[in-house]
Every structure is written in structure tokens, then in C-alpha cells.
């Protein structure tokens, strides 16, 4: 799209709360003439570092609408297909501590031998010669580390390996196969291209009496690369008599939010085209959920058509509704026509969170309407809405792509006075403002800052790091960067992703 059409007219017929807002429909561009990759543009029309892309608040890169999508999501408990994270590495017990240290000691043991597996070497007798207690967070810790080490080059043995230990593992008395061992042999098969073995795992799944879940159908439909075998795999799981949708309403919603989280909007289409053609009532979230979908595939007229439906059959806008019409009116730089749907907002009990404010900024910030930005963001604090991390770094973000390195820096010291730690994208817009500013020093001083606070840089904070001390001739100190991260075994992997990069 080269204009932003919001929504139209029509709507706000609809809806009597709504018509003064019909100042949003307009389908001119905006005025911070922002594309539809999420790139600002400035005033001679040439794009900002093809790397200095924005990032959501969850670590992604993009154009800022997973910034609607993620709470849609996290509010049913669906996650963008990571059941995997650690929960038991941050307890302060000392007995849960070692209990855990134990528990790696025992994988690092177990993964020892798994690599010894060659022909003549019996494997299977060699785990039970290890005599360790095998538990659910033994089978986690060595189907994760199998899991991290796949590649293209060893994917058909890590498959092996991965399912040999799997079934040893499944055999031992007093220990039972969990959902999530299922889930994660299930990755290093999707890993490995072993798609006839994950369906044989989904089977056996259901015959051990395991619940089809939602993360099952998100690992499955991440393997299908074409249309076709999705709505194959959508269709297996809305036949299931086995698939535990809760807490759905029914089994067309868990699908839906699976699929916007794993950005499949043509297929959102699709399932809620089935879901009518079975006579299926949508919801709120429902709606919800086909609006993002219609958002993202640029069908604004169908989208306007969502919301006079939504009215029609009697549904009122909820919590996520407001998110993601405040995210149209930021995007299309209608600061007045938020103002007051913000007001709605009020008069219909809904006060607005630190969330909305969020969503609106941001949608601001990328239409170049830093002024609206600034005035929103003193007026949530006025409210008593106090700004959180991601709101303190979608505002730093803005004015760093704009060049105000001293307006992002007052921010940067002001979060931290009022209790909000920055987090690794705060931090990395703040060394990339740094680096624009030709202040390196500074920008790796920020790298160690960041390392002393305990927040540990991730890939994206050193590739902005080592890119912009590269483009600036400083070779020598951006082979220091690479070098640290490698000392510490960070990303080793993603060496070869830092461009030019050669070994000292």
C-alpha cells in the first residue's frame, strides 16, 4: 500500500458512538509518508539503514502490528511457538538449584554418549551403563540441546539420535513421556525434514492419550511450506475428536489465533470462510482476530465490513479492538481522531492501559508525528498511566530514528530514574543512535553498561554494534566486540551473519 486507508464512513454509521471519529477515514497518505515495511522516510525520500528496522516489543523485526497481535494472543495463553523456555533457572532455591545443575550434569553425560553412536557401538547399553534417574526435565534438557544443534548438515543424525534417547528414555519405570517431550522430539523432526515422523508421533500421542493441543498444530503447520498441505493439516485438526481446544469456544478460535501468531493470514481467511460455511458463530475475538488478519493482507474493505458486522450481531469492541483501531489511527497519523476514541474509551469503561498508549505511540512515532508522540506519552502520565519499559523504548526508538540522540538520551536516564530497567532493545536503539552520532566510544561503553545491569546483549545488539563501527573504518574495535562475544560462547553459531567477519 502506498496510502494508509484506515476505516471508512460506514462504520461509524454503524456505530452512533463512533461518528465523530469519521475524521479517520480519510485515505490520504500520511503526512510522516511512512511505507508499508515498517521503513521511515525522510524528506528526500531515501530509506534509513536497511538494518535499522523496528523492533517489536517481543524481539521481532516488522512493521509494529505485533504490537496488537502479541496481547490478542497472550491473553489465551498461545505464545509464538516457543513452549520450550526455561522456568526453573531462575529460582532462588537453593535445593532447585543444584537439583537443576544435577540435571545437566546427568544430559551433558547422556549427550557424551549419543555421540559416541556409530555402527558397532551398542548406544542403548551405554545409557543404561550410566545409571542416572531419568525425569521430565532430563528428557527436556538433552531433546533442547539436540534441538540447538541441528542443522543442515547433521539433521538426519540428530533425528536419530534425538528419537533413540526418546524411546530409551519413554521405557524406564516411574517416568511417563509429557506433552511437551512429545512437542520437542516433534521440533527436531521438523528440524530434520521428518515430516511422515511427526504425524507418526501425533498418533502415538493420541494413543497414549496425550491432548492434541495447540502447540501440537502450531509445530505441524510450521512445516508446511505450501498452501496446500496446510489446509490439509487445518483440516485434520478441526475433524479431530482428540484436539483440546480449550479455553476456546471452539475449535475454529484456537486455530485462528495459532495462525495469526505464526502470521498466516491467508489461511486466517480461509478457516473463518469454513467456520461460516459450518455455521459457526463468531465472537469478539474471533473478529478480532480475521480484522488483523484482514489489516495485514491490506483489505481495508473488508476489514470495514468486519465492524459493521461486529455491530450488527451485537457485539460491543473489547479491550483488543481499541488496540487495534488506536494502531490504525497511529499508522495513518490521525492524532485528534485518537484523542477521541480515547475518550470513548472512558465513557464506555474502558480505561486505557499503558498498552493502548503503547500501540498508539508507536503507530505515531512511524508516521514521523513526534510532537503527537511526545503529547500522548505526557498525557498517559497525567492520567496516573505510568509508561513501562516497552513504552520508554518504542519513544526512544523515534526520536533516534529522527536524530534526537538528546531527547532519546533524557528519556534513557528518566526510565531509570522512575524504575523501568531498559531491556536489550532499548539498549540497542540507544548504541545505534550512539553510532549515528559518531559517538562509538560511548555506543560500547552502553555494551558493557548493559552487561553490568545484567542484561545480556543479544545477537541483534551486537550486529548493530559491529555493523556501524565497520561502516565507520573502525575495524580493530569491531573485531574487539566479536571477539568478547566469542569468549563468552554467545552466537557463536551466528559468526558467519556478521558480515566480512574473519577470525583473528
Known amino acids: 500500500m502506498k496510502s494508509i486507508a484506515l476505516l471508512g464512513p460506514r462504520f461509524f454509521r454503524r456505530f452512533p458512538c463512533f461518528s465523530r471519529f469519521s475524521v479517520l477515514f480519510s485515505t490520504e497518505s500520511s503526512e510522516g509518508g511512512e511505507m508499508d ?14 538494518v535499522f528496522m523496528r523492533i ?71 545409557l543404561d551403563e550410566l545409571q542416572i534417574r531419568v525425569s521430565g526435565a532430563l528428557v527436556r534438557e538433552v531433546l533442547l540441546e539436540i ?29 511417563r513421556h509429557t506433552v511437551n517431550a512429545y512437542h520437542l522430539i516433534m521440533k527436531i523432526f521438523a528440524e530434520s525434514d521428518e515430516f511422515k515422523a511427526m504425524w507418526r508421533l501425533v498418533d502415538e500421542m493420541t494413543e497414549q492419550g496425550f491432548p492434541i493441543t495447540a502447540r501440537t498444530f502450531q509445530i505441524l503447520i510450521c512445516t508446511c511450506g505450501e498452501a496446500g498441505l496446510a489446509r490439509r493439516v487445518v483440516e485434520r485438526f478441526l475433524k479431530s475428536k482428540f484436539f483440546n481446544y480449550r479455553p476456546f469456544k471452539h475449535s475454529y478460535n484456537a486455530i485462528l489465533l495459532c495462525l495469526l501468531g505464526l502470521k498466516q493470514y491467508k489461511l486466517v481467511e480461509w478457516v473463518h470462510q469454513q467456520m461460516l460455511l459450518k455455521d459457526h458463530s463468531p465472537d469478539i475475538l474471533t473478529y478480532n482476530i480475521v480484522m488483523c488478519a484482514k489489516y495485514r493482507l491490506g483489505k481495508l474493505d473488508e476489514f470495514h465490513r468486519l465492524l459493521e458486522e461486529l ?23 490521525k492524532p485528534l481522531a485518537a484523542l477521541d476514541l480515547l475518550n470513548h474509551m472512558r465513557e464506555v469503561g474502558f480505561d486505557p492501559s499503558v498498552l493502548h498508549f503503547t500501540t498508539l505511540i508507536d503507530g505515531l512515532s512511524r508516521a514521523g508525528n513526534l510532537d503527537a508522540c511526545k503529547y500522548f506519552f505526557d498525557e498517559m502520565i497525567k492520567l496516573g498511566c505510568m509508561p513501562d519499559v516497552a513504552c520508554y523504548t518504542v519513544m526512544i ?26 531491556n536489550v532493545f532499548t539498549y540497542n536503539s540507544m548504541i545505534r543512535g550512539l553510532c549515528m552520532a559518531d559517538k562509538f566510544e560511548e555506543a560500547c561503553s552502553m555494551l558493557e553498561e548493559m552487561e553490568s545491569r545484567g542484561c545480556n546483549p543479544n545477537f541483534l545488539v551486537y550486529n548493530t554494534l559491529v555493523g556501524n563501527l565497520r561502516n565507520a573504518g573502525k575495524l580493530k574495535e569491531a573485531h574487539e566486540v566479536i571477539r568478547r562475544m566469542v569468549d563468552k560462547g554467545q552466537y557463536v553459531h551466528l559468526i558467519s551473519k556478521l558480515k566480512r567477519y574473519r577470525r583473528c
Open 37 to 50: 515495511d515498517g521503513f521511515i522516510r525522510l524528506d528526500n525520500g531515501s530509506e534509513m539503514d536497511d
Open 56 to 126: 517489536e516489543n517481543d524481539g521481532q523485526m516488522g512493521d509494529g502490528f505485533m504490537r496488537v497481535e502479541k496481547p490478542l494472543r497472550e491473553a489465551w495463553g498461545v505464545s509464538n511457538l516457543d513452549p520450550f523456555s526455561d522456568n526453573g533457572s531462575g529460582s532462588s532455591s537453593s535445593a532447585r538449584k543444584s537439583y537443576f545443575e544435577n540435571v545437566r550434569l546427568d544430559a551433558s553425560r547422556v549427550l557424551e554418549v549419543l555421540q559416541q553412536h556409530s555402527p558397532g557401538f551398542n548406544t542403548i547399553a551405554a
Open 147 to 175: 534441538l540447538k544443534r541441528v542443522n543442515y548438515a547433521n539433521r538426519e543424525r540428530c533425528a536419530k539420535l534425538g528419537y533413540k534417547f526418546f524411546v530409551w528414555s519413554g521405557q524406564h519405570e516411574n517416568y
Open 311 to 333: 455491530d450488527t450481531n451485537g457485539f460491543s469492541p473489547d479491550f483488543h479492538t481499541f488496540n487495534i483501531l488506536l494502531r490504525l489511527l497511529g499508522k495513518g497519523n
Open 397 to 422: 526508538t523515534g526520536y533516534i530514528v529522527a536524530g534526537e540522540l538528546e531527547i532519546a538520551q533524557g528519556l534513557f536516564e528518566e526510565m531509570t530514574v522512575r524504575g523501568q530497567l531498559p
